[in-house]
Structure formats: C-alpha cells, structure tokens
Antibody, heavy 115, light 107 residues
Framework: QVQLQESGPGLVKPSETLSLTCAVSGYSISSGYYWGWIRQPPGKGLEWIASINHFGSTYYNPSLKSRVTISLDTSKNQVSLRLSSVTAADTAVYYC????????WGQGTLVTVSS | EIVLTQSPATLSLSPGERATLSCRASQSVSSYLAWHQQKPGQAPRLLIYDASNRATGIPARFSGSGSGTDFTLTISSLEPEDFAVYYCQQRSNWPYTFGQGTKLEIK
C-alpha cells in the first residue's frame, strides 16, 4: 500500500524559507511516476505548486516559480519542497501526492507564516 | 493557464437522490480531467481520472463523463458519506489547475 507522509516546521517567520519533506512508503520513487505538492489555504481551494518525475524533470506553477524548488532524495525515498521568502499568504495545508491525477495523497501538514 | 469553473458552488440534496456536478474548462483538456472528493479535515481523495475512469476502490455509484471542455460527475444515489466538497483537476497542460470546488450538502 502506497503511503505518503508530509513533515514540516509548522510555523515559519515571514521572509524565511519553508522546507517540507514527503516520505513515501510502499513504492520506490525512483521506479516511476510524477510526485507533486499541492496546497490549500484555510477555508479555500486547492492550488498545485510543483511536480517532479523520476528522471528529475521539474514543473512549477508560474505564480510561485521564482520561490519554489522541488527535489527527490531517492536514498531516503522522499520528495522535498522549498519555498523561499514566505509571507502570510503562504499559510496553508501542504499536501504531497503521486502521479499526474494525484492518485495517492498524504494527510497534509499545516504551515503557518507568522512572526 | 487553463481555468476550470465548477457549478453549482453548492448543491443541496437528500440521501438517495442523484447528484450532477459540472466542470467547464477554458480550453480543451481532452480527457485529462480528474475529480477529487474532500471531507472536512481530510486530504482529498481521487474518485475519477481521465474523465470517466473510477479510481481503485471507488463505488460504482460515482461516474464521470465528458471530453474537451465540459465534464460531469454523477453520483447515482447519494449515501450519507458522499456529502463533501468535490474538485475537478486538469492534467492536460502545465500548470495543473483545480476548479474552485462544489460543496455537496445535505438538504
């Protein structure tokens, strides 16, 4: 059974860099599939942030591209996301998900940007 | 960027009734459209992929149809656990986009 588990700092100060990790179990990320990050501000809808395939090709939402980096750590079977220069508008639940249609999702991790 | 517009924003129905949710794309997405269900406090769950294919473990009362710019998610007979928010999502073009959601509530 494929499982995804996000982890992150919970609270980040404005202008700092947010770093999130998605630990994948039940599937080797180096075997295939795309892996993505999606976020959801409190009470709002879903926003796709970025995706990466097992070759390391990356795709970013243009609205965030200048601040976002997605990467794979195949040795740890993890997918990572870095978001720089955060503001209150980046407060959201961050999800990782597998594939192009997002067939498996993590449970999400809430990140609050506040001083 | 492809904009997905869902209608209605809120749908009020009773258990046992039929639900029809719509998603319209600002340009053709071929059949590369998915539907996700989200319950309060939970992660989204994939219901339908590529417009009409049920994901693993999804009950047969859920069906999807459409191609190009107009898509429909139908729930043939509502169960109490089906009341949730539903999002459509396209994977035809980067950046991937989601609709704003339809809230299916108990009447």
């Amino acid at each position: 059974q494929v499982q995804l588990q996000e982890s992150g700092p919970g609270l980040v100060k404005p202008s700092e860099t947010l770093s999130l990790t998605c630990a994948v179990s039940g599937y080797s990320i180096s075997s295939g599939y795309y892996w993505g990050w999606i976020r959801q501000p409190p009470g709002k809808g879903l926003e796709w942030i970025a995706s990466i395939n097992h070759f390391g090709s990356t795709y970013y939402n243009p609205s965030l591209k200048s601040r976002v980096t997605i990467s794979l750590d195949t040795s740890k079977n993890q997918v990572s996301l870095r978001l720089s220069s955060v503001t209150a508008a980046d407060t959201a639940v961050y999800y990782c998900a597998r594939g192009l249609a997002f067939d498996y999702w993590g449970q999400g991790t809430l990140v609050t940007v506040s001083s | 960027e492809i904009v997905l517009t869902q209608s209605p924003a809120t749908l009020s129905l009773s258990p046992g009734e039929r639900a029809t949710l719509s998603c319209r794309a600002s340009q053709s997405v071929s059949s590369y459209l998915a539907w996700h269900q989200q319950k309060p406090g939970q992660a989204p769950r994939l219901l339908i992929y590529d417009a009409s294919n049920r994901a693993t473990g999804i009950p047969a009362r859920f069906s999807g149809s459409g191609s190009g710019t107009d898509f429909t998610l139908t729930i043939s007979s509502l169960e109490p656990e089906d009341f949730a928010v539903y999002y459509c999502q396209q994977r035809s073009n980067w950046p991937y986009t989601f609709g704003q959601g339809t809230k299916l509530e108990i009447k």
